[in-house]
């Protein structure tokens, strides 16, 4: 039974990875679970320099979900290099990291020093940050700088190129077709939704920044129907990102499109969640005479005749 | 020290005051490693809500069972409050630094404002067989919220006066050291953040030495959300993680602002 996927330059052995911001640099969680039972680790956000993230209250469960608005702290390149990378480099699994910045420039520059440092499989553009008063979300909502920043790295670099997509948008394909007519290896979906929080004792605001980014099984539904959407699109792999905690969301994201999934909000309430979910789609492969896992990405039944969701159809018709 | 991270056998639940409860559960493993000040982070169910773990400090170890103490405030304690003997729950730990009890001092002032006197009965243990003299001070909002299982010397203040002294557990810390003399005190203070600042103003205003152990919004609990700061007083970085740095901080540490409503 093979679980290996093969993403650009990059191979995975299986589809499973775990999301930027939810895992750290890899040591915290180290203690708790099998790292090379991982596809793949996406790093922290890294910036160019440190960041310190905004002010307290920083996260606020909801229904099945969390918001966050943690603001991209991190230790920027520098520290990233000197203090994280070398103990990422160890661990027998891919190591992607995730770039996050204020402008093309400085996303550039960014990658432009990590490709001096070996052993590193994958870029990840996070291009779709809700909370940063710059760039973030800035670049993610217009069609032209997610284009302009894609191509820029592309032509820089022969890892493999992820860019990290909004949900926050009105047609997410239009996004990814951008991604993929400038180069891009995949893209990933969703990141969180932008959400709110309110105290009704104290009038206030939960989050320090007002509103933060909605994640956990509250957004799978929405991820579901966006991956769908990019499916429809692109011929560039997805990976599915959105509320995943068990290996039953993740073989629902296959099925709708996505090559591989990574696992986020899950990994706070279980930093053994991932390894779990690699472990159920396995089995649930062999039990299933599954042969390659790769058969189930996009093998979802629609009975003939079935009215295709508008957003689909009109992309059809572009086609035509 | 190795961590844990498994569903373990609830063994008893019994409320022990108005809103509150001390639960045990069967844990050799956690037993057998905690140290005063460090917490857990307890799964309450396996359905996905609530989704996220909660924070509870270990109040005190019996043989190979743990004991945590809670008060009724949202979901997930609700839900903790109907576990009865034998069924489920899931921990993960333990985590956090400790308190300083192994520091140069000659009385151990613990100050305690409601549920915050949830991590002291253990701490109480330890200093006893080190045989460090210990007073506690522990404010509560009226008498039928005041929990002094495991506690020693206790001095209760009550908001209502219904107890013990009436006022702040920081005006009755100050009334009795004003009369009384207590030989190089070290502060150990756990409670809502208003009372912690309250400890804090006090303590650096005599010259106490001081810690504070923090209750913060918490998703992971081991470092990887970045979802509970506490802003630095100093250095490079500007804040510090309740989870992995702390919970208990030395009180010149660490600053609380305005917008820290717990």
Same mark, same amino acid.
């Given at each position: 039974m093979n679980t290996s996927y093969t993403l650009g330059s990059m191979h995975l052995k299986n589809r499973v990875l775990v999301a930027s911001g939810t895992f750290g640099y890899g040591n915290e969680a180290a203690p708790y679970t099998d790292l090379r039972a991982l596809g793949g680790i996406v790093t922290k956000s890294v910036s160019w320099l440190p960041r310190q993230g905004n002010a307290p209250t920083r996260i606020a469960e909801t229904p099945a979900g969390m918001l966050n608005? +943690?603001?991209?702290?991190n230790v920027g390149i520098d520290a990233f290099i000197a203090e994280k990378l070398p103990f990422l480099r160890e661990i027998d699994t891919e190591i992607i990291v995730n770039i996050a910045a204020s402008t093309t420039e400085e996303y550039i520059r960014i990658l432009e020093r990590l490709e001096g440092e070996e052993d590193i499989a994958a870029y990840e553009i996070n291009v779709s940050c809700p909370n940063v008063k710059e760039g973030g979300l800035n670049f993610g909502t217009r069609c032209d700088m997610t284009e302009t920043i894609t191509r820029e790295l592309r032509r820089r670099t022969e890892r493999t190129l992820i860019i990290k997509l909004t949900p926050?948008?009105?047609? +997410?394909a239009d996004f990814a077709k951008s991604c993929e007519n400038e180069g891009a290896d995949a893209v990933a979906l969703i990141n969180t939704l932008v959400g709110m929080a309110v105290n009704f004792r104290t009038r206030r605001p939960v989050l320090s920044t007002i509103t933060g980014g909605l994640s956990g099984p509250a957004i799978k539904p929405v991820a579901l129907a966006k991956v769908f959407e990019a499916s429809k699109a692109i011929s560039i792999p997805i990976i599915g990102i959105g509320g995943i905690t068990t290996w039953q969301d993740a073989i629902e994201f296959l099925l709708v499109g996505a090559s591989a999934v990574q696992v986020g909000t899950a990994s706070f309430r279980d930093p053994d969640a991932a390894v779990k979910i690699a472990r159920g789609m396995e089995t649930y492969c062999r039990e299933e005479g599954v042969e390659d896992i790769q058969d189930l990405v996009g093998a979802l039944h629609i009975d003939a005749g079935t009215a295709a969701p508008g957003f689909v159809k009109a992309r059809e018709q572009e086609k035509v | 020290m190795s961590v844990i991270n498994t569903d373990v056998e609830v063994t008893s639940n019994e409320q022990v005051a108005e809103e509150t409860f001390a639960l045990r559960f069967h844990s050799p493993s956690l037993a057998g490693q905690l140290l005063p000040g460090q917490f857990i982070n307890i799964r309450v169910s396996d359905a996905v809500e609530p989704l996220l773990r909660r924070p509870y400090s270990i109040s005190s170890v019996h043989g190979e069972e743990c004991e945590i103490l809670f008060s009724l405030l949202g979901k997930g304690t609700h839900i903790l409050a109907t576990k009865r003997a034998g069924d489920r729950i899931g921990i993960l730990g333990p985590l956090g630094n400790t308190f300083g009890y192994e520091k140069d001092f000659g009385t151990a002032v613990i100050v305690a404002g409601g549920i915050g006197v949830a991590p002291f009965p253990h701490l109480t243990r330890v200093l006893q067989q080190r045989a460090i003299p210990v007073l506690t001070f522990l404010g509560a909002r009226n008498a039928n919220r005041v929990v002094t299982r495991g506690l020693a010397n206790v001095h209760v203040a009550t908001d209502d006066g219904s107890e013990g002294f009436h006022g702040t557990v920081i005006q009755a810390l100050a009334a009795y050291l004003d009369s009384h003399e207590v030989d190089r005190p070290r502060l150990f203070a756990c409670g809502p953040n208003a009372m912690l600042k309250a400890t804090q103003a006090f303590a650096h205003e005599r010259g106490f030495a001081c810690e504070l152990s923090l209750e913060s919004e918490m998703a992971c609990g081991i470092g990887i959300c970045q979802g509970c700061p506490i802003e630095r007083t100093e250095g490079e970085r500007k804040y510090a993680l309740v989870c992995t740095e702390g919970?208990?901080?030395?009180?010149?540490e660490i600053i609380f602002h305005e917008h820290h409503h717990a």
């Open positions: 608005s +943690i603001g991209l702290a926050n948008v009105t047609h +997410i | 919970p208990c901080f030395d009180s010149h």
